[in-house]
């Protein structure tokens, strides 16, 4: 054999080319493998970190409307103080009934302005490159 020859034998053999990307395939598949495993391993202990933090953010939420409710009884109870009781649960119960009605009303005016749900200013901006290009490709 000669000294260039793929194939040398003795203390300074060399594998064939062959036997390399073979070798060099099974190792990057494995390594992808594991790469793979590693990744779900992360993302499965990722999801039960997230379900967890949601969890605590609907009890906080649960905590938060109890909290609400607890301040709207503490405001009836003062102002109880200086009138019957049913006219101080009466006037909160307006002003409340009030800011829904504020709220929902905002809420329809922000939901109109976002009707319909389709990006119009982007498929007008396709449809005028649309038309641009068949302009350009009739001369």
Same mark, same amino acid.
């Given at each position: 054999?000669?000294?260039? @020859?793929?194939?040398?034998?003795?203390?300074?053999?060399?594998?064939?080319?062959?036997?390399?990307?073979?070798?060099?395939s099974?190792?990057? @598949?494995?390594?992808?493998?594991?790469?793979?495993?590693?990744?779900?391993?992360?993302?499965?202990?990722?999801?039960?970190?997230?379900?967890?933090?949601?969890?605590?953010?609907?009890?906080?939420?649960?905590?938060?409307? *109890?909290?609400?409710?607890?301040?709207?009884?503490?405001?009836?109870?003062?102002?109880s103080?200086?009138?019957?009781?049913?006219?101080?649960? *009466?006037?909160?119960?307006?002003? *409340?009934?009030a800011?829904?009605? *504020?709220?929902?009303?905002?809420?329809?005016?922000?939901?109109?302005?976002? @009707?319909?749900?389709?990006?119009?200013?982007?498929?007008? @901006?396709?449809?005028?490159?649309?038309?641009?290009?068949?302009?350009?490709?009739?001369?």
């Amino acid at each position: 054999m000669t000294a260039d @020859s793929p194939h040398r034998t003795g203390a300074g053999a060399q594998e064939p080319v062959g036997d390399l990307v073979q070798r060099a395939s099974q190792q990057l @598949s494995q390594l992808v493998r594991d790469e793979m495993r590693l990744a779900q391993a992360e993302m499965t202990e990722k999801g039960k970190r997230f379900g967890k933090g949601g969890g605590l953010f609907g009890g906080a939420g649960l905590v938060g409307v *109890l909290t609400l409710q607890a301040l709207v009884v503490t405001v009836i109870a003062a102002l109880s103080l200086t009138m019957d009781v049913w006219l101080a649960a *009466l006037i909160v119960t307006g002003v *409340l009934a009030a800011i829904t009605a *504020l709220m929902a009303a905002l809420g329809k005016q922000q939901v109109g302005k976002a @009707s319909p749900p389709t990006p119009e200013r982007t498929m007008d @901006s396709v449809k005028a490159d649309v038309a641009e290009v068949k302009e350009k490709a009739q001369r």
